[in-house]
């Protein structure tokens, strides 16, 4: 018997300028939003990473969780290997850079100036212990880092020497994560 596949979208987008963190806000909001809400930031003034440390998510950057009620068997590591996909994929077909994910879902980027790889982005995923996944990413597009970071972690742009669209670069990343979701 042949297996349909039906492809998700974005069923409502909340977009804000500036919020302490998209990921705390769908926590709060999951029991109540629908499946593919989507929540968008542009900056982000108390982000936090996998371990609860402060996560630099300045202006230029792509910030967002995605909230998920899938209708069949998950685990967040499954959810985050699909995120962090999609976010290479476009890294490395759109902006034709090279990438490699870590194992807890941070996306490097070869910086062949300095000849080393860096963070651009990371995924994080969290169950919210009814039936909703949380799906999250902060992504350095077009940010001006703080020289702190610059060591270890670069925006894109830096590599590129140009913006790039925010919107186009988040719906490629988006339709990428649904085809890699559809087959989880």
Not at 44 to 54: I, L, V
Not at 70 to 90: C, R, W, Y
Not at 107 to 128: H, P, Q
Request: with cysteine.
């Amino acid at each position: 018997m042949e297996k349909i596949i039906t492809f998700k979208a974005v069923q409502k987008v909340i977009g804000l300028e500036k919020i302490p963190s998209t990921q705390t806000l769908a926590r709060t909001l999951s029991t109540q939003e629908t499946d593919g809400t989507l929540i968008l930031a542009c900056q982000q003034t108390a982000a936090t990473d996998r371990e609860g440390k402060p996560f630099y998510a300045g202006e230029g950057g792509v910030y967002f969780t995605l909230i998920l009620n899938p209708q069949f068997e998950v685990t967040g590591e499954k959810l985050m290997h699909a995120m962090s996909n999609a976010i290479s994929d476009v890294i490395t077909k759109v902006l034709n850079l090279k990438t490699k994910i870590s194992n807890v879902g941070d996306i490097f980027v070869y910086d062949s100036a300095d000849r080393n790889w860096k963070k651009c982005a990371g995924v994080l995923t969290e169950f919210n212990g009814t039936n909703s996944w949380l799906v999250g990413a902060g992504i350095y597009l077009n940010n001006r880092l703080p020289l702190s970071l610059t060591s270890t972690t670069i925006s894109l742009k830096t590599l590129i020497n140009s913006d790039t669209s925010k919107e186009l670069f988040l719906d490629e990343v988006l339709n990428n994560f649904w085809k890699e979701y559809a087959f989880l």
